[in-house]
């Protein structure tokens, strides 16, 4: 027995030394293994440019009083404008981001166009060392511009956003994150980022804004100024605001790559941890939304009512019209693509997460750094982009190939650049162009000598070396474009190798081997295939697609997370992963209750001095409501009652002069399920005075009368899987045989006690046989 009365197996034999106690071969009748401190939780992660307070968000629905009142009142209109209202703003949400795509994509285009016109002008005339002036110039400029207004302004508008979308819909409420600030400087700051050059794409940020827009649209505007209409009150709750952003984050998909399935697939494969048909259908019908935009603003665009919006401006890399035939012996080269797509995949996430390290401690030093760090980048990409190209022999143009050859515009196929009439620099036919163009030169097809080997490896050499250090600088960032560059380099390089020992298109190699570094990367199948069907319009690429993505994701499963999941570890996010560790199976919930402190109760008529007490001596966001603790015949657990409700019952003040419960309708007068659904847990801001704390409150009313319990025997591996699927907040673990003068609930689990980490630090003995990769 330990001091608290709590039975232990030490792992030390007779003569002082340690046995090799395997926890794997445990049963759930033992208990575990001596556990050296307490368990212990962090709630603070990186969100933007500071370290915040972590709270998990209420997906459970609360069931007390008010709340079955509230739904047993509603009538059929009411039901039918809640449901109808869902419809509409799922609508909304579509139609925002899609037009909010297309003016990125407008500005981008014209931009990024009027830039490459005006080096084009000077390289003409032999003038390259303007012509460098003027690149790099306006490329800082705009850097500059996407730069100040993240550091500055919004800092939660760095990066792409989806790993913090992702904790979000698994339960974890990420301050700043969906603010219309953050939204703005996302759009603004998107737009310089990608037409100043950088190696970086603006589908991160689309998903980010369409999850923005879809906040703000459910909480009805921007905090400091909410429409408080009647009807917006139905979706004044977590559970609604969640299903919202899960359309949101599907938009930008669809926004980003024109491919509505594949963004309802990406939302339900990579960011959503809780589905059901119903939000599948609203999802679809986003995405529906978004297509439809994006259509109508193509054919405003092809009448040449855009500038230089040309066919770049929307991702649409077509190869429909290449015939894809492929043999018995084609299987090599595809499973090697994807071989080589999950070993760079998990290499280069391997070495994304020591760059991000590193870029932390610059950051950490200040607003200042940020920007030269930004800076300096910008001018190594630009120096690059139009230097290597001199290292480039000049090709003769092909007289059969129909394309005009060489251009000097800022768009096509066969760059001039510094060669003479006739002849075309490859190299700058990829760089000096913007990055949709790139992969569209690059995905080319029927052009089996465009590129030269050389060439090919200059351009994988430099876009591996950028997609390191681009990312994780202060400005919107998105990860899919530069792994698609990446990709399609090494592809178009294999494809080139084989010759004529294959029947697949160059081009189409190209495209195999951005899916397959996708998939090593990001570790996504379905949405891939589906993505990628729809951007090349040729659905006879399926089978190897399939093939290739499952290889890719294989391999690099085995050597360490997705990239997505190594940010949310960076920024210390307690994201619940699907799979619970082997080891959780043979620990008990119990077990892992005695290295908490104890549980705080509360009972169903409560003095108001220690309501106060408890709020202003704890930090827990619920305890348990008990009833007849005072009674011979023991304490009955009532609910869970919020600690935003406590403060609620404070600061209106609604307290009883004697120790009695109350009647319906006297609750029903002070308080609307609508007003409890709101976060509010300010305690600071109550004052009560010395009289009042001798008062009383009947908490029945406001108490969840059916919070998820878990008996005291059940697997941490068990609990996990429940809190995770239904989206749980607080888990109450009740004993496995209730005696009299026994509590009736020992203890709550929370978000940060399910953590293997966590866990880990009360019980070290476990630590050799963690599994599960961690970079």
């Known amino acids: 027995m330990d001091e608290d009365g709590n039975l232990q197996i030490s ?19 033992q208990p575990l293994l001596k556990r050296h401190r307490t368990l212990s939780s ?3 992660a990186l ?66 166009g009027y830039k490459l016109l005006a080096v084009g002008y000077y390289i003409a005339q032999d003038r390259f060392w303007t012509g460098l002036m003027v690149f790099t110039g ?11 207004l993240v550091v500055v302004f919004a800092p939660t508008a760095a990066g792409p956003g989806i790993p913090e979308i992702k904790a979000y819909l698994n339960g974890i409420d990420t301050p700043n994150m969906f603010g219309f600030t953050t939204m703005m400087v996302k759009i603004v700051g998107s737009i310089g980022a990608v037409a100043a050059g950088l190696d970086l794409g603006k589908e991160g940020p689309l998903v980010h804004i369409g999850s923005c827009i879809a906040s703000l649209l459910g909480q009805g505007g921007p905090d400091n100024h909410r429409i408080k209409w009647r009807w917006l009150r139905y979706f004044n709750n977590d559970r609604d605001r969640r299903d919202l952003i899960t359309c949101g984050s599907a938009s930008g998909v669809c926004a980003a790559f024109r491919s509505p399935v594949g963004g309802v697939l990406f939302a339900l ?13 609203r999802t679809f019908f986003s995405t529906a939304v978004v297509v439809v935009v994006l259509r109508a603003f193509i054919e405003i665009c092809n009448s040449g009512k855009c500038g230089l919006f040309g066919s770049g401006g929307l991702i649409m890399f077509d190869v429909s019209h290449v015939e894809v035939r492929y043999h018995a012996a084609d299987i090599i080269p595809v499973t090697l693509i994807g071989v080589f797509g999950g070993i760079l995949g998990s290499l280069y996430n391997h070495l994304l997460h020591k760059v991000l390290r590193l870029y932390n401690l610059i950051n950490q030093k200040g607003k200042i750094h940020k920007v030269l760090l930004s800076l300096a980048v910008s001018l190594f990409t630009s120096i690059c982009l139009y230097g290597l190209p001199f290292l480039a022999e000049c090709k003769p143009c092909d007289p059969s190939i129909d394309e005009t050859c060489p251009t000097n515009g800022r768009s096509g196929n066969f ?7 006739g002849y075309y620099n490859d190299l700058s036919t990829l760089f000096l162009t913007t990055n949709d163009d790139a992969v569209r030169n690059i995905f080319s097809s029927n052009t089996p000598n465009e590129f030269g080997m050389v060439s090919l490896w200059i351009f994988f050499g430099l876009y591996c070396i950028l997609g390191l250090i681009t990312f994780g600088i202060a400005t919107p960032s998105g990860l899919f474009l530069p792994i698609i560059l990446m990709g399609s380099a090494y592809g178009r390089m294999l494809g080139t190798a084989m010759g004529s020992y294959t029947k697949i298109d160059q081009g189409l190699y190209a495209v195999l081997g951005a899916a397959s570094l996708m ?13 990628f069907l729809e951007l090349t319009n040729n659905l006879l690429l399926l089978p190897i697609t399939m093939f290739v993505l499952l290889i890719a994701k294989t391999v690099g499963d085995s050597f360490n997370l997705s990239i997505y999941e190594i940010i949310l570890h960076l920024k210390g996010l307690p994201f619940l992963e699907a799979n619970p560790e082997p080891w959780m199976r043979n620990l008990t919930v119990g077990e892992l209750n005695d290295a908490k402190p104890p549980v705080v109760t509360l009972n169903g008529v409560e003095k108001v001095a220690n309501i106060v007490d408890v709020l202003r001596n704890t930090t827990h966001n619920a305890f348990p409501v008990l009833d007849g603790a005072d009674q011979a015949t023991g304490a009955e657990l009532h609910g869970l009652i919020l600690r935003a409700h406590l403060v609620k019952v404070l600061k209106k003040r609604w307290f009883l002069n004697e120790k009695r419960r109350t009647e319906e309708w006297e609750v029903r007068e002070k308080f609307t399920a609508v007003e409890l659904a709101e976060r509010e847990d300010n305690f600071d801001d109550v004052a009560i005075t010395s009289s009042e704390m001798q008062l009383y409150v009947d908490l029945h009313p406001l108490t969840n009368t059916t919070p998820y319990t878990v008996v005291q025997s059940m697997s941490v591996a068990k609990a996990l899987v429940l809190f995770r699927s239904v989206g749980l907040r607080h888990l109450l673990i009740v004993p496995k045989i209730q005696a009299s003068g026994m509590s009736p609930v020992i203890g709550i689990l929370t978000r940060q006690d399910l953590r293997a980490y966590n866990i880990l630090q009360a019980f070290p003995h476990l630590d050799k046989h963690k599994s599960g990769k961690l970079q």
């Open 11 to 29: 792992n030390s034999n007779y003569n002082g030394e340690e046995e090799e106690v395997d926890p794997e071969n445990n049963t759930l009748n």
């Open 42 to 44: 962090t709630p603070l």
């Open 47 to 112: 969100v933007g440019a500071k370290v915040s307070h972590i709270e998990s968000l209420d997906y459970e629905i609360n069931e007390n009083d008010l709340f079955k009142h509230d739904w047993r009142s509603r009538s059929k209109a009411q039901v039918f404008q809640y449901i109808f209202l869902k419809w509409t703003l799922a609508c909304l949400v579509g139609l925002f981001t899609g037009l909010i795509a297309t003016l990125i994509n407008l500005a981008v285009e014209n931009i990024a």
């Open 138 to 148: 306006a490329n800082l400029g705009l850097t500059l511009v996407a730069t100040v």
């Open 269 to 281: 494969e990579e960011v959503a941890t809780w589905w059901r048909s119903a939000l599948l259908w």
């Open 415 to 421: 760059k001039q650049f510094n060669c003479p009439n």
């Open 519 to 531: 998939a090593g990367s990001m570790r996504m199948t379905v949405s891939l295939c589906v993505i």
